[in-house]
């Protein structure tokens, strides 16, 4: 019946009974048919261009809207009329084209419907979503006759752009002029009194709402909810939370946000627990939001065991899920999990989203595997500036620092301009690198050539970067030249270089100011006992310590562990609890006579204790670093690499003897300790003995 009628409408039909057929085609939901049946319509009406147009808006599919709206301009005569400008106006809305959304209101101009309130009000939320505020305000000012909606819109696109107090003056003025807020309205204009931590302002708006009896909405009360907990004050926004009238799963989503923002993660889980008991079904932001906040504090294998209960439930990780638990397994350094990721994204096409392809790039290159990070950023279809400066800082981590500077180069060839973060990468990448003049030329290009003035962060890897090199006279001069305050950072990277080169006299000067800045730090004293120490310098470097003891200040222990057959195992210095310890023990021993024939002698100078030179040789075999290797080693399994990862710095004796087992067993040997990756093959170090 329908391709009957369809072959009349070629024959000059009536608009009447094509509009009829679209009409009956569009109820139906099938655009695809409905747009056939219109490309047969020889002059389709204004009407049935905007029921098109409409259609594709609602159905969630704005840029063929927008595509068909520059048809109509194109091909018809007609002008459009207020309907047809409102569709348009929230499809740019929904799809954020700025540059479309500018020709909508230019069209309004040129067709004087710009001061129609209703189109104004649609033409100054679409310049909101589109965070053109100066768009917003000029369609604002041009409106003759305004409204609770036109104000409600212009001060949420102030806030949408990140322009609070601008969003708070202009609900100001809002209540000056004598239009009183709807309860839109509180919900737009209270997270900018949370963006400012304007407690006062949001308490205001609260006796507003009380005053009122808005509290019954629950989009007003979720953002009191929230306005309360970024503020600091969670007994307020509980206090909401418990006395509202109805509380659906949008508020307790807040709710859930407002504990884990404040570091409540166990209040967080609690009101889970609750909203599964009493039935309330757990939505994507739900689950979101709780393995986001676990991460956030922390609590990582709560994430990972969220997002497998998630599953269960029959909820399909979105991306968002997905970005919020790779860094789970980053932090764990939980390889076979995110590969399982990886899997997933890969079964469900989701590479085309950027978040996600980001997220897995740091992934494998905090677990130690930056050839994946490398193969899944040579294979993105597109690049922004956060997959470029997260490619550099997985070189940098590694040691790659030539391999960051190709990169960094290549983002700017590619018209990406640098912001503060990717110096930050090269920087680092420059100083495990010992590439010195490289930095320092990158770091004179960021205000001169890319408009980014260093701040304390990039002063600090500077410092860094020329304290590794030796050039300790130099770092302390840049130091005393910095425009703002030295940090910690700064201090720290030139006491460390100081250790290495053996300056007590500036050591001393760096320590002086780390005592002040970070008092209960103990690695700061450690560092200059130990410089005392290789300078022979025995009752200062006594004293160092004593003034720890005195302080009550004690050492981070540390630890080193490794994953075999998906268990994490864990060693300490001396340890002796593992299963396998006798193994351990006898294999370091056996070993140590291939790799002293290989070229290794036990560095002593790491042992500090007063002991004879064999006891120092044989304290030197019981530390977390070798156990570890050693266990990785006796359960290969067929693997050709292993991954160690300790949570300090790895000792130079433990460095070198590393560096030699790998070259006599012919494994490759990955160690991950708190400053970099060190990559052991062939008797070689990535970072050539430099970290």
Same mark, same amino acid.
């Given at each position: 019946?329908?391709?009957?009628?369809?072959?009349?409408?070629?024959?000059?039909?009536?608009?009447?009974?094509?509009?009829?057929?679209?009409?009956?085609?569009?109820? #139906?939901?099938?655009?695809?048919? @409905?747009?056939?049946?219109?490309?047969?319509?020889?002059?389709? #009406?204004?009407?049935?261009?905007?029921?098109?147009?409409? @259609?594709?808006?609602?159905?969630?599919?704005?840029?063929?809207?927008?595509?068909?709206?520059?048809?109509?301009?194109?091909?018809?005569?007609?002008?459009?009329?207020?309907?047809?400008?409102?569709?348009?106006?929230?499809?740019?809305?929904?799809?954020?084209?700025?540059?479309?959304?500018?020709?909508?209101?230019?069209?309004?101009?040129?067709?004087?419907?710009?001061?129609?309130?209703?189109?104004?009000?649609?033409?100054?939320?679409?310049?909101?979503?589109?965070?053109?505020?100066?768009?917003?305000?000029?369609?604002?000012?041009?409106?003759?006759?305004?409204?609770?909606?036109?104000?409600?819109?212009?001060?949420?696109?102030?806030?949408?752009?990140?322009?609070?107090?601008?969003?708070?003056?202009?609900?100001?003025?809002?209540?000056?002029?004598?239009?009183?807020?709807?309860?839109?309205?509180?919900?737009?204009?209270?997270?900018?009194?949370?963006?400012?931590?304007?407690?006062?302002?949001?308490?205001?708006?609260?006796?507003?709402?009380?005053?009122?009896?808005?509290?019954?909405?629950?989009?007003?009360?979720?953002?009191?909810?929230?306005?309360?907990?970024?503020?600091?004050?969670?007994?307020?926004?509980?206090?909401?939370?418990?006395?509202?009238?109805?509380?659906?799963?949008?508020?307790?989503?807040?709710?859930?946000?407002?504990?884990?923002?404040?570091?409540?993660?166990?209040?967080?889980?609690?009101?889970?627990?609750?909203?599964?008991?009493?039935?309330?079904?757990?939505?994507?932001?739900?689950?979101?939001?709780?393995?986001?906040?676990?991460?956030?504090?922390?609590?990582?294998?709560?994430?990972?065991?969220?997002?497998?209960?998630?599953?269960?439930?029959?909820?399909?990780?979105?991306?968002?899920?997905?970005?919020? @638990?790779?860094?789970?397994?980053?932090?764990?350094?939980?390889?076979?999990?995110?590969?399982?990721?990886?899997?997933?994204?890969?079964?469900?096409?989701?590479?085309?989203?950027?978040?996600?392809?980001?997220?897995?790039?740091?992934?494998?290159?905090?677990?130690?595997?930056?050839?994946?990070?490398?193969?899944?950023?040579?294979?993105?279809?597109?690049?922004?500036?956060?997959?470029?400066?997260?490619?550099?800082?997985?070189?940098?981590?590694?040691?790659?620092?030539?391999? @960051?500077?190709?990169?960094?180069?290549?983002?700017?060839?590619?018209?990406?301009?640098?912001?503060?973060?990717?110096?930050?990468?090269?920087?680092?990448?420059?100083?495990?690198?010992?590439?010195?003049?490289?930095?320092?030329?990158?770091?004179?290009?960021?205000?001169?050539?890319?408009?980014?003035?260093?701040?304390?962060?990039?002063?600090?890897?500077?410092?860094?970067?020329?304290?590794?090199?030796?050039?300790?006279?130099?770092?302390?001069?840049?130091?005393?030249?910095?425009?703002?305050?030295?940090?910690?950072?700064?201090?720290?990277?030139?006491?460390?270089?100081?250790?290495v080169y053996k300056n007590v006299e500036l050591g001393?000067?760096?320590?002086?100011?780390?005592?002040?800045?970070?008092?209960?730090?103990?690695?700061?004293?450690?560092?200059?006992?130990?410089?005392?120490?290789?300078?022979?310098?025995?009752?200062?470097?006594?004293?160092?310590?004593?003034?720890?003891?005195?302080?009550?200040?004690?050492?981070?222990?540390?630890?080193?562990?490794?994953?075999?057959?998906?268990?994490?195992?864990?060693?300490?210095?001396?340890?002796?609890?593992?299963?396998?310890?006798?193994?351990?023990?006898?294999?370091?021993?056996?070993?140590s006579d291939k790799v002293r024939l290989a070229g290794?002698?036990?560095?002593?100078?790491?042992?500090?204790?007063?002991?004879?030179?064999?006891?120092?040789?044989?304290?030197?075999?019981?530390?977390?670093?070798?156990?570890?290797?050693?266990?990785?080693?006796?359960?290969?399994?067929?693997?050709?690499?292993?991954?160690?990862?300790?949570?300090?710095?790895?000792?130079?004796?433990?460095?070198?003897?590393?560096?030699?087992?790998?070259?006599?067993?012919?494994?490759?040997?990955?160690?991950?300790?708190?400053?970099?990756?060190?990559?052991?093959?062939?008797?070689?170090? #990535?970072?050539?003995?430099?970290?």
């Amino acid at each position: 019946m329908q391709k009957t009628i369809l072959s009349k409408l070629t024959s000059n039909h009536s608009h009447f009974q094509a509009e009829k057929l679209l009409k009956h085609v569009l109820d #139906s939901g099938d655009l695809a048919r @409905a747009h056939q049946v219109f490309d047969k319509i020889p002059e389709p #009406s204004l009407y049935l261009w905007t029921s098109l147009i409409t @259609a594709y808006t609602n159905q969630g599919l704005p840029h063929e809207s927008i595509k068909l709206y520059s048809s109509f301009r194109e091909k018809s005569n007609l002008l459009p009329d207020r309907v047809l400008l409102l569709s348009v106006a929230k499809a740019c809305a929904a799809c954020a084209h700025l540059t479309k959304a500018k020709e909508i209101h230019e069209d309004a101009i040129r067709f004087r419907l710009q001061s129609d309130r209703v189109l104004g009000n649609a033409l100054i939320n679409m310049y909101g979503k589109c965070k053109c505020y100066e768009g917003a305000q000029m369609v604002f000012d041009g409106l003759r006759v305004k409204d609770v909606i036109s104000w409600t819109s212009l001060l949420s696109c102030y806030v949408n752009c990140g322009l609070s107090k601008r969003a708070l003056g202009v609900f100001g003025e809002m209540g000056f002029t004598g239009f009183r807020p709807n309860e839109m309205t509180l919900s737009s204009i209270l997270p900018a009194c949370s963006d400012l931590k304007r407690l006062s302002s949001g308490r205001e708006v609260h006796g507003y709402v009380m005053r009122n009896r808005f509290e019954e909405n629950p989009f007003v009360s979720s953002a009191l909810v929230d306005m309360y907990a970024r503020c600091s004050t969670l007994k307020h926004a509980k206090l909401v939370f418990d006395n509202a009238p109805r509380c659906d799963v949008v508020l307790s989503n807040v709710m859930l946000s407002a504990y884990f923002l404040n570091g409540e993660s166990g209040c967080a889980l609690n009101l889970l627990a609750q909203m599964r008991a009493q039935g309330t079904p757990l939505n994507y932001a739900s689950w979101n939001t709780v393995i986001s906040g676990c991460v956030q504090n922390g609590q990582n294998t709560q994430a990972l065991e969220l997002l497998a209960q998630m599953q269960k439930q029959g909820l399909k990780p979105n991306h968002i899920t997905i970005t919020s @638990a790779l860094p789970a397994c980053s932090s764990l350094e939980c390889l076979r999990k995110g590969k399982e990721i990886h899997a997933y994204i890969f079964r469900n096409v989701m590479f085309e989203d950027m978040t996600c392809t980001t997220a897995l790039i740091y992934m494998y290159a905090k677990c130690g595997k930056l050839d994946l990070s490398r193969h899944i950023f040579n294979t993105m279809p597109s690049r922004d500036i956060v997959a470029w400066n997260t490619m550099i800082i997985a070189n940098s981590m590694h040691g790659n620092g030539e391999e @960051a500077l190709t990169l960094y180069r290549s983002m700017i060839n590619s018209g990406s301009e640098p912001n503060s973060v990717t110096f930050s990468g090269v920087l680092s990448g420059c100083s495990h690198s010992r590439l010195v003049e490289e930095g320092l030329r990158v770091f004179d290009s960021m205000s001169k050539d890319h408009l980014v003035e260093p701040d304390a962060d990039h002063y600090a890897s500077l410092i860094d970067l020329l304290s590794r090199s030796g050039r300790l006279k130099e770092a302390y001069g840049y130091i005393q030249s910095m425009p703002m305050e030295p940090t910690a950072s700064a201090w720290g990277a030139l006491l460390g270089g100081c250790r290495v080169y053996k300056n007590v006299e500036l050591g001393r000067i760096a320590a002086s100011h780390l005592f002040k800045i970070e008092p209960e730090n103990p690695g700061n004293y450690v560092l200059l006992s130990n410089i005392f120490v290789g300078a022979k310098l025995w009752e200062e470097a006594s004293h160092t310590r004593k003034l720890m003891e005195t302080k009550g200040i004690s050492k981070l222990p540390g630890c080193s562990w490794i994953q075999v057959k998906n268990k994490v195992y864990t060693f300490s210095v001396g340890d002796k609890s593992n299963e396998q310890s006798d193994e351990i023990y006898k294999f370091l021993n056996d070993i140590s006579d291939k790799v002293r024939l290989a070229g290794y002698l036990p560095n002593t100078d790491f042992v500090l204790q007063d002991l004879d030179q064999e006891e120092k040789e044989e304290a030197l075999c019981n530390h977390s670093e070798k156990l570890a290797v050693a266990f990785g080693l006796l359960n290969l399994n067929g693997e050709t690499s292993i991954r160690v990862f300790k949570n300090l710095r790895i000792c130079g004796d433990c460095h070198n003897f590393i560096k030699f087992t790998a070259k006599v067993v012919g494994v490759q040997i990955i160690v991950r300790d708190s400053l970099r990756f060190h990559h052991f093959k062939d008797g070689t170090c #990535s970072c050539k003995d430099f970290w």
